[in-house]
């Protein structure tokens, strides 16, 4: 393995993921491994920028992959959208005697890492967001854990809803993106599922299927609202005026973030988290470590931040037809 490289940094950017810290501990561990040293960047590119960064060796990543958050923190910062912002970052790693730098994040933070690589830092970034939406890669460190979160309060939410013979609104997150909403729909079974990406109507999409479950026998109905659609609360009311069955609706918000990862989440981390540094050992820069047909590869960012991954129709159908 070619071996320039010395010294490398790790940092988390954006909203956080369960698994980021298995990611970094993945980072830290193989550069051990390989006799690299690496350096951890607090509060993703505004710790850059701000020169918050420390040394850290195999022990002092231990008892983390089980916990849920980023031990280095995370955040969104503006200034890291100007090149100036950009430069400063490239400099203080340069003080820093960086010769390479991971990047754990969503795809605002592959842009930041674009342009690191532009401005002379070498960087690989690898996708940590609940939201499962980046282009190039079929999964993201995160997604496992929270739709398991989600699972579980609807479950509970569920129990409720049937006790009392109500219908239960869930919203939960993704602004642009409908994967949570729509995996978690159809593993718990919800009558409706409304995400920002397919077209809806109130009377077609909402009333009709809980008024048509209602005749064939249904005594209570679950609709998961991504937080995209939004409007939970008001949606939860016109139900109830419409159609007579008292509605309560729920916003599950940020304990969706959180969490111990589930394994899933840990090993994809884990592959993922080591195998940028290797790329990073191997000379590469400017890669997306990512999932495609299920193994872990490696693909230019640009061309990554240019794919386009559609939500797929069969599971769109899918959630319609098990809710008969
Ligand atoms: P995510 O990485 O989860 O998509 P954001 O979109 O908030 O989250 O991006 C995280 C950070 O990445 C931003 O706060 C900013 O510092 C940086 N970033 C986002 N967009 C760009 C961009 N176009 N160019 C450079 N850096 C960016
Ligand atoms: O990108 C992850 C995510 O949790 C989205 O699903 C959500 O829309 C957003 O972050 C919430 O961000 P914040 O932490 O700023 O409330």
Sequence with gaps: MEKNIRTIGVLTSGGDAPGMNAAIRAVVRTGAYYGVKVVGVRRGYNGLINGELEPLDARSVSGIIQRGGTMLQTARCLEFKEKAGVRKGVNIAKVFGLDGLVVIGGDGSFRGAKDLCA?????????????????????TVGYDTCLNTVMEAVDKLRDTAQSHERCSVIEVMGR?????????????????????????????????????????????SIVVVAEGIGGAMEMAKEIEEKTGIE??????????????????????????????????LQGKQNRIVCMRDNKIVDVDIEEGLNMTKEIPPHMIELAKKLAI
């Design 119 to 139: 401005e002379g830092l070498p960087t690989i970034a690898m996708p940590g967001t609940i939201d499962n939406d980046i282009s190039c890669s079929e999964y």
């Design 247 to 280: 509605s309560r609706a729920t916003i599950l918000g940020h304990v969706q973030r959180g969490g111990s990862p589930t394994v899933r989440d840990r090993v994809v981390a884990s592959e993922m988290g080591s195998m940028a540094v290797e790329l990073l």
């Design 176 to 220: 642009a993106a409908g994967y949570i909403a729509l995996e978690s729909g159809i593993a718990c079974g919800a009558d409706v599922v409304l995400i920002p990406e397919k077209e809806w109507s109130f009377d077609d999409d909402v009333l009709r299927p809980i008024l048509e479950s209602k005749q064939r026998g249904k005594r209570h």
